[in-house]
């Protein structure tokens, strides 16, 4: 177990670097059980923190405060921010956290000195503005995993990274935080967070959706059992992409065989129709790298281009 940390007081005027001292446990806040606040609250715990205020809406987020942090008072978030505590957790949806944070501003609810944490990707410490004007301090850290909401998340937590934009006074903080979490800190600009988070959604929820559409496709050709086919060709296929960038690219499209590529497009069309501007737009990039990386000659790549130009 890592050191605690201790918070120090905003002073006045000039702002001071934070740093992790071994001190007394932090006390949290966590605004929003849902799947990420509340799993990362569980971990803090086990770092030897102490979440004492929760919020959530729903069932589901009240069954994980009862799980997750069972020491913490269920609150509503108003009660929750002005608990006072060093550490306060936002832990909302991307487009609810503005409105959360101006409406805890127009309550009063920050507490000068504490610092301010929320887990969105798509956000800086400048949506933070309104509780920083009241005296609070700001961090965004966005953990790079999914989340389930249960406690088996916390064992993926350990070596993950997390996108952290800090002002320079806190960096030294949010470092040991992330490193209590058992992961490391990857630094983000304020005005690259929003490629930051583009990135992440376009590889992992478009990760999904491509992969449910290959096990959709296996279905309606009969086979039994279209994740036991996968499950080693796609841990294959993402091990050699994360190792080796394009050159991992295989299939008819990096051969340019425009006649197979032609049949799939047609079997498509009839199977599932839906699912052919998908499989055009990826087959259009996937030539494009190919081309880029070498793999694919532009004079080889004409048949296929042709096919899947007449496709579109």
């Not at 609070?136 to 996108?163: K, V």
């Not at 992330?178 to 990135?199: C, D, F, I, K």
């Not at 992969?211 to 296996?218: I, K, S, T």
């Amino acid at each position: 177990m890592s050191a605690p940390l201790r918070t120090v007081p905003a002073p006045a005027v000039k702002a001071r670097r934070v740093k992790a001292l071994p001190s007394r446990p932090l006390t949290i806040g966590v605004i929003g059980a849902g799947r990420v606040g509340a799993v990362l609250g569980a971990a803090l715990i086990k770092a030897g923190h102490q979440v004492v205020a929760a919020s959530g809406r729903s069932d589901a987020a009240r069954a994980r405060i009862a799980g997750l942090l069972p020491e913490a008072t269920h609150r509503t978030a108003v009660q929750v921010a002005r608990a006072g505590t060093d550490l306060l957790i936002l832990s909302v949806p991307d487009d609810a956290l503005g409105p959360l944070v101006a409406h805890l501003a127009e309550e009063r609810a920050f507490t000068a000195g504490q610092i301010i944490v929320h887990t969105s990707g798509a956000h800086g410490i400048g949506i933070l503005h309104p509780a920083v004007a009241q005296g609070a301090r700001p961090l965004a850290i966005h953990p790079a995993m999914t989340f389930a909401g249960r406690p088996e998340d916390l064992d993926r937590l350990p070596g993950i990274s997390y996108g952290v934009t800090a002002p320079d006074e806190l960096r030294d903080f949010a470092e040991t935080l992330v490193a209590e979490l058992g992961g490391t800190a990857e630094w983000v600009p304020e005005q690259s967070r929003a490629l930051y988070h583009t990135a992440l959604a376009h590889g992992a929820n478009h990760l999904v959706t491509l992969v449910n559409e290959a096990l959709d496709r296996l279905r309606d050709a009969g086979v039994l059992h279209p994740e036991k086919v996968l499950a080693p060709l796609l841990g294959a296929a993402l091990e050699n992409t994360l190792r080796l960038g394009d050159a991992a690219l295989t299939g008819p499209v990096s051969r340019g065989d425009a006649g197979t590529v032609a049949r799939h497009l047609d079997t498509l069309a009839d199977a599932a129709p839906e699912s052919v501007p998908s499989y055009l737009a990826l087959a259009r990039r996937t030539a494009d790298r190919a081309i880029a990386a070498g793999q694919l000659s532009p004079t080889a790549a004409e048949p296929l281009l042709d096919v899947l130009g007449g496709r579109a």
